[in-house]
C-alpha cells in the first residue's frame, strides 16, 4: 500500500474537505477531457475540483441526497453551465449520463460511504453522536433504520449487525435490541446506542465508539450501500470512453474487497478466488487497465488535518476498448448477506 507524503499544510478547518482530492485528480488526469462523472456529489468538493482541472470540462454531479442537489444550486450557477447536477444514484450513473445528453464519459470519480454533512445534520439520524431520530435514509424516503430495528426479527438483525457491521458481538446486540424494543419502540440514536452500549463495552485502546460497527451495519441495509457500489462499478464500465479513468475513495473493508475484486477480475489479475470470492466468472477481455498500484493511501498531514481521510484508500484504473462484459455475479455476491444456514457458528 502507498501513503502519500506531502508538506500540505493541516486544514483551516472548513467543512467536508474531500478526502485524497489531489491524488484524484492525478489519477483521473482530467487535463483535454470533455466529460466527468462525480458520482458521490455531495457537498461538491470533488466536482469543483474537477471544473478546475480544465477551463472548457464539463462535471455531471449525481447525488440520491435531494438536500446535497438543493445545496448545489450556487455551484451550478457560478459554472457558467459547466455543471450539471441530477438526483439519483450512482448505480445507474450511466443511464443518468445518456438522459443528459452524453454519449459516454471520461472520467468517473466515486467517495463511497455516508458523507459528513449528513453526518453532522442530527435530524438525519446517521451518528450516535448528535441524538436525533433513527432515520439513515440518503434518500429520505423508503425505510428507515428505526423500522428494522423496531421490525425486523432477531435472526436478521444480528446477520445485518455482523455482515455490514463487522460487529462480532452482533447477536448480544439483535437480543439486547429486541428486549428493549418490547418495552418501547426505539425511536432515536442515542437509545440505539444505550442499547448496544450494554452489551459491546468500549475499548479504550481503540478509541471506537461501542455503538460505530451496529450503526454502520444499519445504514449499509437501509441504504443498500454495497448494492449500489457494485451497480455504480458495471455501470462505469459501460459508460467510460477507451482511455476513461475510473477513480473510487473507499472508508472500510467491505467497500474496499469489492474494489479491489472488482478491478481485479476486469484487469486480468485475479488469478484465483478467496474465501470471499469463491469462484469468478471465465476472463473476459480486459476492460480495465490499473492506473494505482494496490490502494493509494492518504499523507500523514491529510489525516492530522482531517481525521476523516484516516482510513481512506484510492484504487483507480483506465478503460480499455473492449466491450464491457457482462456483470460479475461473483462480486455482486460479495454485497449481499449470506444465506442464513450455516453461519450461526461465526457469530
Known amino acids: 500500500m502507498k501513503r502519500v507524503r506531502d508538506p500540505r499544510p493541516a486544514s483551516d478547518g472548513a467543512p467536508h474537505v474531500p478526502v485524497l482530492l489531489a491524488e484524484v485528480l492525478a489519477a483521473l488526469d482530467l487535463l483535454g477531457r470533455t466529460l466527468a462523472v462525480d458520482g458521490t456529489f455531495g457537498a461538491g468538493g470533488y466536482t469543483r475540483a474537477m471544473l478546475g482541472a480544465d477551463p ?18 450556487p455551484l451550478v450557477a457560478s459554472a457558467h453551465g459547466r455543471l450539471t447536477l441530477v438526483p439519483g444514484r450512482f448505480g445507474t450513473l450511466d443511464a443518468c449520463v445518456r438522459e443528459a445528453g452524453w454519449p459516454q464519459a471520461d472520467a468517473v470519480v466515486l467517495d463511497i460511504g455516508v458523507s459528513s454533512m449528513q453526518i453532522d445534520q442530527a435530524e438525519r439520524g446517521f451518528s450516535f453522536r448528535h441524538d436525533g431520530p433513527l432515520d439513515m435514509r440518503m434518500e429520505r424516503a423508503g425505510r428507515s433504520a428505526a423500522d428494522i430495528v423496531n421490525d425486523a426479527e432477531e435472526g436478521d438483525l444480528a446477520d445485518i449487525i455482523y455482515h455490514y457491521g463487522e460487529e462480532r458481538r452482533s447477536r448480544a446486540v439483535a437480543r439486547a435490541i429486541v428486549e428493549a424494543r418490547r418495552k418501547g419502540r426505539i425511536e432515536t440514536t442515542a437509545a440505539l446506542a444505550e442499547v448496544v452500549a450494554s452489551v459491546v463495552w468500549a475499548d479504550p485502546a481503540s478509541g471506537i465508539n461501542p455503538a460505530t460497527r451496529t450503526f454502520q451495519g444499519l445504514r449499509i441495509a437501509v441504504n443498500d450501500e454495497l448494492g449500489e457500489l457494485v451497480q455504480a462499478l458495471h455501470a462505469a464500465e459501460r459508460i467510460l470512453r477507451p482511455g476513461g479513468r475510473l477513480a473510487v475513495v473507499t472508508f472500510h473493508s467491505l467497500e474496499d474487497r469489492i474494489v479491489k475484486q472488482f478491478f481485479s477480475a476486469r484487469s486480468g489479475r485475479a488469478a484465483q478466488g478467496s474465501r470471499h470470492l469463491p469462484s469468478l466468472e471465465a476472463p473476459a477481455p480486459r476492460s480495465f487497465t490499473a492506473v494505482t498500484k494496490g490502494p493509494v493511501l492518504p499523507s500523514d498531514s491529510e489525516i492530522f488535518a482531517n481525521s476523516r481521510a484516516r482510513s481512506a484508500k484510492l484504487r483507480a484504473v483506465e478503460r ?3 466491450p464491457a462484459p457482462a456483470p460479475l455475479a461473483a462480486i455482486e455476491t460479495l454485497a449481499a448477506l449470506p444465506e442464513r444456514t450455516g453461519r450461526s457458528a461465526r457469530r
Open 320 to 322: 480499455t476498448d473492449a
Open 56 to 73: 472548457a470540462i464539463h462535471v455531471l454531479g449525481i447525488d440520491r441526497d435531494p438536500g446535497a442537489i438543493a445545496g448545489g444550486a
